[in-house]
């Protein structure tokens, strides 16, 4: 593999894959955004189209699941999110939209990962308001729906201007989610319990174990957001205590990531990594240095019915653990991605080094290798699984 | 690598500085331990004790290696000549090309940058690039370098992408179907599954080993390190556990030993049997006894045969002859096991005799050999320099006993240490100790593909039955996690995809599924036949939320490819009426920006145009508000032909009919579902149609009105409505405008090329032409949007008058 000559007359703030790893997409503080090739994985990248995308620096961008054609949208310190749909799959894109909800800079951008909740964008920028855009009919992509608002830490504007600004989105990849057999069981304790978990629940008697498998997956919707040292799970409620069904843009803060010490980077979701994976991970790049890796295991909500009786709401919530944490950057840590099963995460930061993690039978996180920018290192036994350290 | 053009970060640094060896500059240990890697010094091919690249370079200077070996090395020394050896970087490499220079990355931190890297949404590999860390840096990092405006792709570590190894996956996948085949058909024959599992699976296990013997020998120098040791560990398995029935398994391990671990050498053996008086080499006698200490008989016979010993008396003869005589009789295969007393008992005899002859050297010697073949345990760890070595010895002399293998395992790892930095050595020494799970982590860390079969060999053995782990009980078997592990490089590699979901499916893990779903729609459809493939693994799996999403974005791939009868069959297909209908209306909008001529439709389209009786019911509902335009296209098309061949005789298909066309764009206009946005741009061309129907004062024309006056009011009302919704008016007005500044684009276009613009019917001309055609950029829309007021202007005037002509012709 040789590097790539992307043509940018300024620094590279971001860089996006399509859905298939055959587009590749750079912006730039030199307002463009250029858009590479390739037909398959031993292709080199080659040249497709540039965009003068902004009137500033560029800071995100994303493409959209390919179901809905060959769409990118980009956000910038000009306060704007833009979306651009290309008809030739990439060879020139042409503006459809500009969403300008923002009163600072927008510092990124993520699409929806699983199509089949629609065409959604979620954003955050400067002032710690995570906005959540819909494109109801995909096929006018000039109608965007600003449908979710919510300031994600009060006070962060002030501090972002104070300080560095340091806001990511990451969208949960799955549009379903997988339950523990078991959790169906785990109800809270209830004084007047009965045997049959759902008796409250309008599911109807139906024998304990036909319940649990049915509801052994769920629909869910739902991204984590960072806005300076805070980290948050926002989801789609399907449940409204007071008028019983949520609306369409019910999303909502749920979980929150913990101890983070210094501002966080960047966020990455992976969904129900393999391996007997019932849980999702985020993975947090941190300026205090570390990678952490938390695990979310699902589990159902439940509430107190009239007669005291608890009953699935038919929500979701989390358990939140911290299963990982690393500090091997020595220093800063700017970004973490996920491989498409979850099991492999690189994170790069101030050390001059991508490092790549992967969790190994005991489900226990393991470095199995580092690329550095620096010229000079040669690895021992390249392509060699066995340089696992343990 | 070395020969990178260093790249200079430091404002000031000399070239000499970028490649200083500054180890303990940012030279951080992986994982915060320095402890070398397991498998950091593979095993060459022929064994374990291959040093690594390191120590390689060291010895190459004092060793006599092979010309092509020196060759090799010292290319390697030349490429490596920049490199420190003592920077701490096990486990890193550089990128691709890597644009810092050697120790100037704390340079590269202080210019506020730093290093970001995505991994690819596919693909075990990413792109890395150097991004500045503040967005308002309050100091000057100075000038933007062009390494800082590149990209740096780059695998994974540990990622196997070679052609050869694809390959070998899938001989490896095709054995493993061959190997379920044939237990399906044993258990269906015997209803014993186990007893004919344990005729089938040595087999199939020898036949796996054979695989992965030819493919190590084929896959790039690389990769072929840990396969070698993976080899060497899954034929360990095959040889304690998956024995051949022709062999016992004592004769199994010591092939395993003797392949992976050869000793004693062909050079050392050809040194010493070459001379004249072999048996007054110093190593003579060493050289006998270690190929009787390797099962090595024959060879240890022929030893003897052609040592030019003298013998100075009958008796000596007697003993040599009785030694190769006890040699060349050794118990092989089936008849090994209880031959094995008798065959010892004549190596005690032969070694009573040769302790009583004169000559100490030759009395010595074979005294020695006697102790060797009757497997005294001493004499055996004496010549042994491993606890492999003192294993496999004991196990085939002392005495063959499947159970007592841990005994002696045990026996020779008290002797000898088992290197723990070695996965190949560990991973060995767990199976001898009968921790088969311990073994399988170990060749999961050599190679994932040998590991996994490994693991169903294993399992099929209900070798894994007692590996319980309170810590994994939760999680899935370790046969399935390792075929999970095994499928995820399959996905990574997309022509093994299908592979990679075999797996995937043949484990017990429910939650397999959640993966095949994540994954199934990240695989690029290819084409058709791939896309194939992919529906029936989501109909195999139940995925049908997944079907629908493949078949879509396969749909818009084919869309912007201009394959849009395809695209509307495959959208059709999944019932995606949504995706089906705007297709339509884009094609109508495409036709009524582009003017003239529609667009040349596919084979697949033109097919559903023509021939409404083949087309599918369901497109052929969605596609009629397209039918009707092509068809009014159609026949404005033919009527602009017959116009230009006016002398000529008439052509096949006839001339085309205004009122027909008329009425195909008016019933379009009154469509119910017709977007409203569309709706100016179709009655201006609609009303054009109408003014130019006194041009044709013949049968194109039709007789009397072009139109019937209840259509005529319907799209009066229609355009009235339209007006008094501000919203909706918009929307169609911002549409007319784009057909008109497609139109003028067109027409300035065709001027400047001096050709004839419309050959067709472009309505969109006489209010283009002309009209402020040298404008500049800023004020072109501007420009358009008059033209459009205009046009709806005139829209308004043309409506009433058409009405008013039409009732009067009507009175008349």
Redesign the interface.
Same mark, same amino acid.
């Given at each position: 593999m040789a590097s790539l000559i992307t043509g940018h007359a300024d620094l590279i703030h971001d860089i996006a894959y399509d859905h298939y790893g055959r587009l590749l997409a750079t912006c730039s503080s030199d307002q463009h955004i250029r858009v590479f090739s390739r037909k398959s994985s031993a292709d080199p990248w080659t040249f497709l189209s540039a965009t003068h995308a902004h009137e500033r620096n560029i800071l995100s961008l994303t493409f959209a699941p390919p179901q809905f054609g060959t769409l990118l949208a980009s956000c910038s310190e000009d306060q704007s999110v833009r979306i651009f749909f290309s008809s030739d799959n990439g060879r020139a894109f042409d503006r459809v939209a500009t969403l300008s909800d923002s009163p600072g800079a927008v510092h990124k951008i993520a699409f929806a990962k699983f199509g089949g909740h629609g065409l959604k964008l979620a954003t955050i920028g400067t002032d710690s308001v995570v906005r959540l855009y819909h494109a109801a009919d995909p096929s006018d992509l000039r109608q965007w729906h600003l449908a979710v608002e919510s300031e994600v830490e009060s006070g962060s504007k002030r501090k972002a201007q104070d300080m560095q600004a340091s806001f990511s989105v990451a969208w949960c990849p799955a549009g379903v989610v997988t339950l523990p057999p078991s959790s169906a069981y785990n109800k809270p304790s209830s004084s007047s319990s009965s045997n049959n978990t759902f008796a409250n629940s309008g599911v109807g008697d139906l024998p304990s174990r036909i319940s649990a498998l049915e509801i052994s997956e769920r629909s869910v919707e739902q991204f984590v957001v960072s806005a300076m040292t805070r980290v948050v799970v926002f989801r789609k409620r399907y449940y409204n205590s007071q008028t019983g069904s949520a609306g369409p843009y019910d999303f909502e803060e749920c979980e929150e990531l913990p101890g983070h010490e210094d501002l966080v980077r960047d966020v990455a979701w992976a969904s129900n990594a393999a391996a007997g994976g019932r849980y999702e991970l985020i993975a947090t790049a941190c300026k205090d240095g570390y990678v952490r890796i938390f695990k979310l295991t699902p589990r159902l909500s439940y509430a107190a019915g009239d007669t005291g009786e608890m009953f699935p709401t038919g929500e979701i919530e989390y358990d939140v653990v911290l299963a990982a944490s690393f500090d091997d950057h020595h220093g800063e840590v700017w970004k973490v991605s996920w491989n498409v099963s979850g099991t492999v995460l690189s994170s790069s930061g101030d050390d001059g080094q991508a490092r790549f993690w992967r969790a190994n039978y005991r489900g226990e996180w393991i470095g199995i290798g580092s690329l550095s920018a620096e010229q000079g290192h040669v690895a021992d036994n390249a392509g060699d699984e066995g340089d696992e350290e343990r | 690598?070395?020969s990178?053009p260093?790249?200079n970060f430091g404002v000031g640094a000399n070239s000499g500085g970028f490649m200083s060896n500054n180890s303990s500059s940012?030279a951080?240990s992986?994982?915060?331990?320095k402890?070398p890697?397991?498998?950091?010094?593979?095993a060459s091919a022929s064994g374990f004790m291959a040093s690594?690249?390191?120590q390689k370079m060291d010895e190459d200077e004092q060793s006599d290696q092979e010309e092509e070996e020196e060759e090799e090395e010292e290319d390697e020394e030349d490429d490596?000549d920049?490199?420190?050896y003592d920077?701490d970087?096990?486990?890193?490499?550089?990128?691709?090309?890597?644009? #810092?220079?050697?120790?100037?990355?704390p340079e590269?931190?202080k210019r506020d940058r730093?290093?970001?890297? @995505?991994?690819?949404?596919? @693909?075990?590999?990413?792109?890395?690039?150097?991004?500045?860390?503040?967005?308002k840096a309050d100091k000057v990092d100075g000038p #933007?370098l %062009?390494?800082?405006?590149?990209?740096? %792709?780059?695998? #994974? %570590?540990?990622?196997?992408?070679a052609p050869e190894y694809s390959s070998f996956i899938v001989e490896s996948h095709n054995l493993f179907i061959q190997l379920q085949l044939a237990a399906q058909e044993a258990a269906a024959s015997t209803q014993q599954p186990t007893i004919e599992d344990e005729r089938i699976l040595p087999r199939f296990a020898n036949q796996f080993l054979q695989v992965v013997d030819a493919w190590r020998r084929r896959v790039p120098s690389?990769?072929e390190?840990?396969l070698s040791?993976a080899y060497v560990l899954c034929h360990c398995l095959v040889a304690t556990y998956f024995v051949d029935p022709s062999v016992t398994r004592a004769e199994a391990v010591m092939n395993w030993l003797n392949q992976s671990m050869p000793r004693p050498t062909t050079e050392e053996t050809r040194d010493i049997m070459t001379s004249l008086r072999p048996v007054d080499q110093p190593g003579f006698w060493n050289l006998v006894h270690l190929t009787a200490t390797r099962g090595l008989f024959l060879q240890c016979s022929n030893c003897l045969k052609q040592s030019a010993i003298i013998a100075p008396d009958q008796a000596t003869l007697g003993v040599l002859q009785s030694a190769i005589s006890v040699l060349e009789s050794a118990p092989k295969g089936t008849q090994a096991f209880l031959a094995h007393r008798q065959w010892r008992a004549r190596a005690i005899t032969f070694g009573d005799d040769a302790a009583r002859l004169a000559d100490p050297g030759l009395r010595h010697g074979l005294t020695t050999l006697s102790r060797i073949l009757r497997g005294d345990i001493n004499t055996l760890f004496a010549f042994s320099e491993t606890w492999q070595e003192a294993t496999a010895a004991l196990f085939l002399l002392h005495d063959p006993s499947p159970a007592r293998l841990t005994e002696y395992f045990d026996l020779a790892t008290k002797e000898f240490p088992i290197d723990s930095t070695l996965?190949v050595d560990e991973g060995c020494a767990a199976l001898f100790a009968n921790n088969i799970a311990k073994a399988l982590?170990c060749a999961?860390?050599?190679?994932?593909c040998v590991a996994a079969h490994m693991a169903d060999f294993c399992d099929r053995q209900r070798m894994l039955d007692d590996f319980i782990?309170v810590?994994?009980i939760?999680?899935?078997s370790?046969r399935?996690?390792l075929f999970?592990?095994h499928a995820?490089v399959c996905?990574?590699? %997309?022509e093994l995809f299908v592979v990679g979901v075999a797996y995937l499916r043949d484990t017990d #893990?429910k939650?397999?599924v959640?993966?095949i779903?994540?994954?199934v729609?990240?695989?690029?459809p290819e084409d058709e036949e791939m896309v194939e493939h992919l529906l029936v693994v989501c109909d195999d799996v139940g995925l049908d939320?997944e079907k629908?999403?493949i078949v879509?974005?396969w749909s818009?791939?084919q869309?912007?490819?201009n394959e849009i009868g395809s695209a509307l069959h495959w959208l059709s297909s999944v019932h995606n009426y949504?995706?089906t209908?705007?297709v339509v209306?884009?094609l109508v909008e495409r036709s009524l920006l582009q003017g003239g001529a529609c667009p040349l439709p596919d084979a697949i389209l033109g097919e559903f145009l023509t021939s409404p009786g083949l087309c599918p019911d369901v497109i052929r509902e969605f596609i009629a508000p397209y039918a009707i335009y092509y068809s009014y296209r159609q026949q404005l098309m033919q009527i602009s032909s017959s116009c230009s061949e006016e002398d000529e005789e008439e052509e096949e298909g006839g001339r085309g009919s205004l009122k027909e066309a008329a009425m195909h764009l008016a019933s379009l206009i009154q469509f119910a579902y017709l977007p409203r946005k569309y709706a100016l741009a179709l009655i201006a061309e609609l009303l054009a149609l109408l003014q130019l129907a006194p041009n044709f004062a013949d049968e194109r024309a039709g007789s009397g009105m072009l139109l019937p006056i209840a259509d005529m009011s319907q799209i009066m009302t229609l355009f009235y409505k339209l007006e008094k919704d501000k919203r909706e008016f918009s929307q169609s007005f911002e549409f007319l405008c784009d057909v008109l500044g497609e139109g003028r684009r067109e027409f300035v276009e065709s001027r400047r090329m001096q050709k004839n613009h419309s050959e067709s019917f472009d309505w969109r001309v006489q209010f283009v032409a002309g009209d402020g055609l040298d404008v500049e950029e800023e004020g072109e829309r501007k420009r358009v949007e008059k033209v459009a007021a205009k046009v709806c202007r005139v829209m308004r005037e043309s409506l009433v008058k058409e009405i008013s002509r039409a009732y009067l012709e009507q009175e008349q």
């Open positions: - | 690598m070395s990178q260093t790249f940012s951080f992986f994982g915060g331990s402890q890697m397991f498998g950091a010094s593979s690594t690249s390191h490596d920049d490199y420190d920077y970087d096990f486990g890193v490499t550089s990128l691709p090309d890597a644009p #810092v220079a050697r120790g100037m990355l590269f931190s730093t290093l970001k890297f @995505l991994m690819d949404p596919v @693909l075990s590999e990413g792109a890395a690039w150097i991004a500045r860390k503040h967005l #933007v %062009p390494e800082e405006t590149k990209l740096y %792709p780059a695998l #994974v %570590p540990g990622t196997k992408r690389a990769l390190p840990s040791d996965l982590v999961e860390g050599l190679d994932i782990d810590e994994t939760e999680r899935p370790i399935d996690y999970i592990r995820e996905f990574a590699m %997309p #893990v939650e397999n959640t993966l779903r994540n994954i729609t990240q695989i690029y939320t629908g999403e879509t974005a818009k791939l869309l912007s490819r949504v995706d209908r705007a209306w884009t």
